[in-house]
Every structure is written in C-alpha cells, then in structure tokens.
C-alpha cells in the first residue's frame, strides 16, 4: 500500500486549532463521473488516520469513492485560468463536522493543472501532476447519453482507467451540492467544494487497474463496477473549492 497518500502527522491540539484558508479555486463549465460503492473495511481503515469514522464501520462495511471530472477552465487563487481534468479516489466517511452532502477521505488527487498541484502540495497534501489524465466523453447521435473513458497513467501512483455508458441529466434536475474531501490525521485539511447547480444524470462506468496494483485491493480485484451507493454523470456551469488547513 506504499503507493497511497502517507497521512500527515497532527498533535491532539490540532482538534481545537484554528483553521486558514490555504487557497481557492473556481471551476467552469465541467463534467464528471462519480462512483461510490462498497469496499473492504479492513483495507479501508489501514487507509484512513485518526480522527474520522468510516461510513459504515458501525455495521462492518466501508465505501470507496472514484471521481474524475474535466473543466472547460480552473483558476487557482490569482493564476490564469487553464482547462483542468482532476481524479480522485477516497473512503467515504461520516461529516466530521456535520456539513456537506457527501464527505471523503483522500487517497489519491491527480491533475494535469500544475497551479492545482501546486497549491495542494503546498498546503500539504501530497497531489501528484499526470499531463496525460485524459477525460474523453462521445455524445450519442441522439444527444442522450455517451461513452466515458477516463484515465490517470503517468502520476506516479499505480495506474486506473474508467470506461462506460452514461446518461445525460433530465432537463430542470439542477440542485445545489456541497462535496467535503478531508487529508490527514484529526481532520488535518478540508478541502470543500459547493456546487450552487449541478445535474445528474445516469452512469454504468467501471474503473480499472492491474491486479497487482494496491488499487485491486480496494476495488476487490482488477477492476470494480459495483457502484451501487451512487453512479453519475454530473455537469455544473461552475463550483468553487475552498482549501482550509487547521493551525496550532
């Protein structure tokens, strides 16, 4: 499991530190798949430090949370606006703070966006670059859905591709969504993302990797398509994140 994210280190005071806000990104005009679906809770808590609880835990289950999306522009803080494609793979945990629609605990952040990694890295969440993360969406004649073929392969962490169907979302189904992403130990950085309109339509994609990647561990083998929790082709005219990171 060497290849995962190492968790940072957080004394017990970082419970009732302060927080600052490291950076913040806009996004525009995106897509993106998001798959959520059951995992090994053994694996899982070998994943995820201390101070969170694991969804699920309670009846002996976790989840595993797979996500890649492509943006038309991202703008770092006070950088130029640049077309983005950002993966990322988590465990699905239990609000630490009691906000947002769904929260993860981060495994892998891969972007072909340097100021992306850039500020992650800097905040202290070790995101890796991949110029060749592709995100490639082929509408169908009808304009009712497409085929999604998505993949990281050159960020230096063990190589997954996702590939399958989707539907496109139903007219007027734009609702508002607050997605939180969480590193490091007793909630160490924050990384929370509000959607004010994002639609949803269907998904039958599954994600892919070599059987003896450390990936295979959490997707139950070469490659997983239970996304059975949730499955989705999401599109959003625009998001902002905001990174925070707690302070002693």
């Given at each position: 499991?060497?290849?995962?994210?190492?968790?940072l280190?957080?004394a017990?005071?970082?419970?009732?530190?302060?927080?600052?806000t490291?950076?913040?990104?806009?996004?525009?005009?995106?897509?993106?798949?998001?798959?959520?679906?059951?995992?090994?809770?053994?694996?899982?808590?070998?994943l995820?430090?201390?101070?969170?609880?694991?969804?699920?835990?309670a009846?002996?289950?976790?989840?595993?949370?797979v996500?890649?999306?492509?943006?038309?522009?991202?703008?770092?803080?006070?950088?130029?606006?640049?077309p983005?494609?950002l993966?990322q793979?988590?465990?699905?945990?239990?609000?630490?703070?009691?906000?947002?629609?769904?929260n993860?605990?981060?495994?892998?952040y891969?972007s072909?966006?340097?100021?992306?990694v850039?500020?992650?890295?800097?905040?202290?969440?070790?995101?890796r670059?991949?110029?060749?993360?592709?995100?490639?969406?082929?509408?169908?004649g009808?304009?009712?859905?497409?085929?999604?073929?998505?993949a990281?392969?050159?960020?230096?962490?063990?190589?997954?591709?996702?590939?399958?169907?989707?539907?496109?979302?139903?007219?007027?189904?734009a609702?508002?969504?607050?997605?939180?992403?969480?590193?490091?130990?007793?909630?160490?950085?924050?990384?929370?993302?509000?959607?004010?309109?994002?639609?949803?339509?269907?998904?039958?994609?599954?994600?892919?990797?070599?059987?003896?990647?450390?990936?295979?561990?959490?997707?139950?083998?070469?490659?997983?398509?239970n996304?059975?929790?949730?499955?989705?082709?999401g599109?959003y005219?625009?998001?902002?994140?905001v990174?925070?990171?707690?302070?002693q």
């Amino acid at each position: 499991m060497r290849y995962f994210l190492a968790a940072l280190a957080c004394a017990p005071a970082c419970l009732h530190a302060e927080t600052h806000t490291a950076f913040t990104v806009q996004f525009s005009n995106c897509s993106e798949f998001a798959g959520w679906g059951p995992t090994s809770l053994a694996v899982a808590q070998t994943l995820v430090p201390a101070g969170y609880t694991i969804a699920g835990a309670a009846s002996g289950n976790a989840a595993v949370v797979v996500r890649i999306t492509r943006c038309a522009g991202a703008k770092v803080d006070g950088t130029k606006v640049v077309p983005t494609i950002l993966s990322q793979i988590g465990i699905n945990l239990v609000a630490p703070d009691g906000t947002g629609d769904i929260n993860n605990y981060t495994l892998l952040y891969v972007s072909n966006n340097p100021f992306l990694v850039q500020a992650f890295r800097a905040a202290g969440v070790p995101a890796r670059f991949d110029a060749a993360i592709a995100y490639d969406y082929t509408l169908n004649g009808a304009a009712t859905g497409g085929i999604l073929y998505g993949a990281v392969q050159n960020a230096g962490v063990p190589a997954y591709f996702v590939y399958g169907p989707e539907g496109e979302p139903p007219a007027g189904s734009a609702q508002v969504f607050l997605a939180n992403w969480w590193y490091g130990a007793n909630q160490k950085i924050k990384q929370s993302t509000n959607f004010p309109s994002i639609s949803f339509g269907t998904s039958s994609v599954a994600v892919y990797t070599a059987l003896e990647s450390p990936l295979s561990l959490l997707f139950g083998g070469n490659s997983d398509s239970n996304f059975s929790y949730l499955s989705v082709r999401g599109e959003y005219p625009a998001a902002k994140m905001v990174v925070t990171v707690r302070t002693q």
